[in-house]
Every structure is written in C-alpha cells, then in structure tokens.
C-alpha cells in the first residue's frame, strides 16, 4: 500500500482501524519529501526526527487507550505565520530569523489536541504579503505556485503531507490552491481562530486550509472551529459540523449564481473558455446574475482597509528595517499610512450594505460560482499572481471554496471558486461536493 497515495478522510479511517500507524504514515510523507522537494522547496523548518517522535507519541498515547482526535495520526503542514512552541516561526522574513515563540498558536494547539503531527511549517511569502517565497510550483518548475500560502499549496499537490493550514488576507487561500490545482478552503470570517498568528488586517485576515478532497477539508475545518476569546473576531456559536454537512445527500437539486464579478475582463481567454463550457454543462442550474452597482467598489474597499492595516501593523518593521523589506510591502505601508479616517471607516461600514445584497442573492441561489483567479498559474517565480478574483469575498467576509475543475491551454489547473453565504460554511462545502461530482467528467476530486 502506498500510504500517501490516500487521502486525508482515507488515511483516518485507516489509523483509526489500527490498519496503519501514525508513524508509519509520517514516514511515508518524509519519504516523499526527501525525494521531491529539492525540486519545489515548500518547507521553511522541516526536522524529520521531530516529526517522527511526534507520530510515535500520537501512537503511544492510542496504545494506552486514550481517546484518537479528529485528525488521530494525519500529518499537517502550518503556514510559518502560525506560532508553534516547538520550532521556527519566522514569517517568511530575514527580520524574525530564528524566532522561536514561547507557546502555540491557537491553531497549533487545536492540530496537536485533535491528534494530528505538525510535520513542519510550510513557506509563506515575505510577512505573508506579496513578496515571493522559495517555493515553486509542483506542475511546471518555472512557475509561482501563488502566494501568500505558497508552501501550504505546493505540500498538498506535491503528497508531502494530506493537510495543510494558511490564511487569507486578500487570496492567499483561493490563489495558490487554484494554481497548484489542489481544494483550498476559506471559512467564514471568524470561524477560526487567528490568535498567535502574524497579524495583517484585523477585519479581513482568515485562517484556512487545503485538502486533495472537498471532505478533506471539511475534515481538518472541523478540527479548527473553536471558540477562542483571545480573538475579539469570534464570538461562541455551536461548531459547524463540516463534515457531517459536506456528506449529507442533497434532496433537490441546488441551483448556482454564476457571477462574473468586476473583475471579469481581467480572466485570460482559456479562464473564460473553461467557464463558458461548465455552465453549459450546468445548464438550468446555473444563472447568470449581474451584481448590484455598489460591488463594482469592492476591490477598492478592500484595499483601502487592507493597506491602512498593514502599514499599522507592519509599520514599526518599515521603520527600524526599510532596507529588508521588499520594495512593493514598502510602498503599500507608505501608501496605507495616507488613507483617511473617514475612508477606512467607510469601508468598514459598507461591508454590511454589500452582504446584504449577497443575502438577496443567496435567498435565491444556493451559491455562488465564479473565477478563483484570473487563469493559469504566471510563468514566472517573482510575482504570485493577481488576487483580484478574491478581494471582495474576502472583504465580505463569506465562505470561499477552489475546486481544481478546469484545465488552462498549457494543461495547468485553473480553480473554479463557490461562495457561500457568510456563516453557512457546511452548506457551501455540500453544494461543492455536489458539483464536483456533477462535473466528475472534468477531473476526479470527489
């Protein structure tokens, strides 16, 4: 059996059965690693005896009859933005080189409790923003594997490890999963905690993940949506129950909004061939569906927001080290620190007068189908790609599923992004398994 060729929901059931053991497993994804990642260098800190004592005790503790968590024995890659007590966090920035935190991160603490092994911590970009990492793309060496999540991305497609943890700023989530061809997976604003994370905008930074399977995700989703009072974003609700959502058998057919957004005439014209084809194939359930004028503004609230941010938050590392910060970070610091009171109030203020209007929509249509990017992953290692697909579903603040259905004119993946309303996180992911399994003909990813 050729263990990392099972997916995460695979691999559980496996461990749990007793079938294979988490070390076992571990090994088989370090094995993989050593073989292929000189090629994609997705991994800032990776210390494969670690990771391997980790599985080890994960299997003692199952051995002495304790309870397995949701994740009993799966290998994860975290995003080096998270803080993990027990090695590097250093954001992807020669400023923070060697920073070892004290304590976990909520998400840290939430992997390990769940059973899971922290196999290492995937690349980010510069301060999880737009200066490229190291990473490549796993399908075409020359190419950006999308950022900010670069590595995360790049892990999942490459079977280095079955899951992987990012976040999401503007399309750090969407972006690279759609040019790795992999299924990313943006929760609901404040589903997640953020708490011991590398901060960039209070109002729109996300935590999410990545999966080969739309249950995957649901799977490692579950694990994460928990109530923290450490961040003043969340508020206690009952847990979401992901996955038993994600499997629940749709009665009635849904029916799907395809929006083109704003942003349309920026898609590359395989971008728009691929789509002309699956809402064909969709037929009568799918719409096309104008947004109201008011959304035309959304990339541009979100960036006054975004920016404003980052030059508070970033801010004091501008001005002790300017020099050691690419020059696109400097210039949207010095940029953010002339936006107005009145503008960024504003946008603030407007994102609830767009997220009714979404409320409207999703009265009527289960979700929302739409571009994750603007085509294939760029030819290039020194720009990630543009976000613009992302940036108002982010600003809303609303679940956003990539699903890897399409394929570009030269045969890299190209994500087709499902929005759904803002809280109802478990009916998006079943209205995406749905309708991967509507299109199965494109590529198997149920």
């Known amino acids: 059996m050729n263990l990392i060729e099972l997916n995460a929901i695979e691999a559980r059931n496996k461990l749990m059965t007793g079938e294979i053991s988490a070390y076992d497993l571990t090994h088989a994804y370090l094995d993989q690693i050593s073989e292929i990642d000189g090629d994609i260098d997705a991994w800032s800190f990776l210390d494969h005896q670690h990771a391997l004592n980790q599985a080890r005790a994960v299997d003692e503790t199952r051995a002495q009859g304790m309870p397995a968590g949701k994740l009993f024995g799966l290998p994860v890659a975290v995003k080096d933005i998270f803080d993990t007590y027990d090695m590097p966090t250093e954001c992807g920035t020669s400023l923070y080189s060697g920073r070892q935190p004290a304590h976990d991160s909520t998400v840290a603490a939430l992997l390990r409790q769940a059973g899971a092994i922290i196999i290492g911590k995937s690349v980010t970009t510069e301060l999880a923003m737009y200066g490229p990492g190291k990473t490549r793309n796993p399908h075409d060496k020359f190419r950006t594997p999308g950022g900010s999540s670069s590595g995360s991305a790049a892990v999942v497609t490459a079977k280095m490890a ?203 249509y289960d979700a929302i189908i739409t571009p994750s990017t603007t085509g294939e992953a760029p030819k290039t290692l020194k720009y990630t790609g543009n976000p613009v697909f992302c940036s108002l579903w982010t600003y809303c603040g609303v679940p956003a599923i990539t699903l890897p259905l399409l394929i570009g004119d030269n045969s890299m993946p190209i994500g087709v992004q499902m929005i759904g309303q803002r809280g109802h996180d478990g009916r998006l992911l079943r209205n995406a398994r749905f309708l991967s399994n509507h299109l199965a003909r494109y590529m198997d990813i149920t």
């Open 162 to 364: 079955p899951l992987a943890v990012g976040s999401q700023t503007n399309g750090s989530i969407i972006r690279p999963a759609s040019f790795c061809g992999v299924v990313g997976y943006k929760p609901s604003y404040g589903l997640i905690s953020r708490s011991g994370a590398l901060v960039l905008s209070s109002p729109l930074d996300t935590v999410g993940v990545f999966g080969e399977t739309i249950t995957d995700v649901a799977l490692i989703g579950d694990a994460l949506a928990f109530f923290d009072s450490s961040d003043h974003c969340m508020s206690p609700k009952a847990c979401p129950n992901l996955l038993e959502n994600t499997n629940t058998e749709i009665s009635i057919e849904p029916t799907f909004a395809f929006i083109k957004s704003p942003a349309w005439n920026k898609g590359h014209d395989d971008l728009q061939a691929g789509f002309s084809e699956l809402t064909g194939e969709l037929g009568d359930l799918c719409e096309e569906v104008d947004l109201p004028d008011i959304f035309t503004q959304g990339v541009k609230l979100h960036r006054t927001i975004m920016i404003a941010d980052v030059a508070r938050n970033l801010g004091p590392l501008y001005d002790k080290s300017k020099n050691d910060i690419n020059s696109e970070l400097c210039q949207m610091i010095e940029e953010g620190r002339s936006v107005k009171a009145i503008d960024y109030n504003n946008a603030i203020e407007l994102r609830e007068v767009l997220n009714a209007g979404l409320d409207q929509i999703f009265q009527r």
